[in-house]
């Protein structure tokens, strides 16, 4: 009896055909006008507005 190499019995295990990977694809960056999404409660433009550093 010869030895099998570990890829041969991954292969064996596996026998599906192996093929190149496909191309990477992920979330599309929005399309935003001022280039951030305006929340409710923030802050408007132009108000003074005091942020305390927490410790």
Sequence with gaps: MT???KQ????ARCPRKRKA???KTGPLKD????GFK???NA???GAMAFIP???
Excluded: C, D, F, G
Excluded at 8 to 11: A, L
Excluded at 31 to 34: D, E, S, T, V, W
């Design 3 to 5: 030895r099998t190499s």
């Design 8 to 11: 041969q019995e991954r292969r």
């Design 21 to 23: 990977p496909s191309p």
């Design 31 to 34: 399309n935003l006008p001022k």
């Design 38 to 40: 305006p929340h409710e």
């Design 43 to 45: 802050v408007p433009e």
């Design 53 to 55: 550093k927490i410790k």
